[in-house]
């Protein structure tokens, strides 16, 4: 049997013992579980013997427990909700304390690591880039917008990709010389993103990657940023208590980032926010 371990169990669901199939059941209704409980732990949780475990274990083509819960561990970092969702019976106060406190200890330990004059160096090539590009999907395309209108408010030329009825080939054939691309590799990540790190690469513009994407063990460079080879390389932390990861961090970063955009836009910068606001005024939209 092959696949991931999510796919091995419904795979393996209509030829399952009936306290194999119970075992099936708790799995599926937390598919996480695996990871964090032992096999003494499991058993207990479902209702079943040991022995059970093990056998369903070998049946979904494993040598072990410890080889199964590998998979899923590897499983529950590609992002997925439904395999970090947790049975636990922490109240709703309790939960909520968590996230705050969870979501303050991102941002502190992110910012532990990235220095202000990294975030300086890559406003100052903001502001003298001919354009800026603005890339994310799925979750991370809320940020790539959010950061967008941020900082189209001190420079004029920014376009957030991918562009609605568009491919990505029509924008990447249009980076030139002096600017600037800022990617987001959020999890969970596209499939096609390593490849399009690999042709941002070859336009003649610079690139800044925003990731919580950890290195792989043993190597010195996430796959993103082999491809990539950023200018600039800005790794949040998105932890959280729950199924659904924490993005305080990143929220954060593209705050600061605008922010020093328009204090180091001088000047310049000032007196576009003035032109914007005088056409608010002239058009009665506020």
Not at 42 to 51: E, F, G, P, R
Not at 203 to 230: C, H, K, N, Y
Request: glycine share 6%; hydrophobic share 45%.
């Amino acid at each position: 049997m092959s696949g991931s371990y999510f796919v091995r169990i419904r795979t393996a669901l209509p030829s399952l013992h009936p306290s194999e199939r119970r075992l099936a059941d708790t799995i599926l209704s937390f598919p996480g579980e695996i990871a964090s409980y032992s096999a003494t732990e499991l058993a207990q949780l479902a209702n079943v013997s040991n022995a059970t475990v093990t056998r369903f274990v070998r049946r979904l083509g494993y040598e072990n427990f410890d080889q199964a819960r590998q998979a899923a561990r590897a499983t529950q970092q590609t992002g997925a909700a439904v395999f970090r969702a947790s049975s636990g019976d922490q109240g709703p106060e309790a939960a909520l304390m968590a996230q705050i406190a969870q979501g303050r200890q991102n941002v502190e330990n992110s910012f532990a690591a990235i220095s202000l004059a990294e975030i300086d160096a890559l406003a100052d090539a903001v502001l003298q880039a001919g354009r800026v590009w603005i890339i994310g999907f799925r979750t991370a395309q809320a940020f790539a917008f959010y950061l967008g209108a941020q900082i189209g408010q001190i420079v004029p030329n920014v376009t957030v990709l991918p562009i609605a009825g568009q491919t990505l080939a029509e924008s990447l054939g249009s980076i030139r010389a002096g600017d600037v691309a800022i990617l987001f590799a959020l999890r969970r990540t596209v499939r096609q993103l390593p490849g399009l790190c690999h042709e941002l690469r070859q336009t003649p513009g610079r690139a800044a990657l925003i990731s919580d994407v950890a290195p792989l063990p043993g190597a010195d460079l996430s796959l993103f940023e082999a491809a990539l080879a950023p200018q600039w390389r800005l790794r949040v932390q998105t932890a959280a208590p729950g199924p659904l990861f924490n993005h305080a961090a990143v929220l954060t970063l593209c705050h600061i980032l605008a922010t020093r955009v328009l204090e180091r836009s001088g000047q310049a910068g000032r007196k576009r926010l003035l032109a914007i606001e005088a056409l608010h005024d002239s058009l009665d939209e506020f």
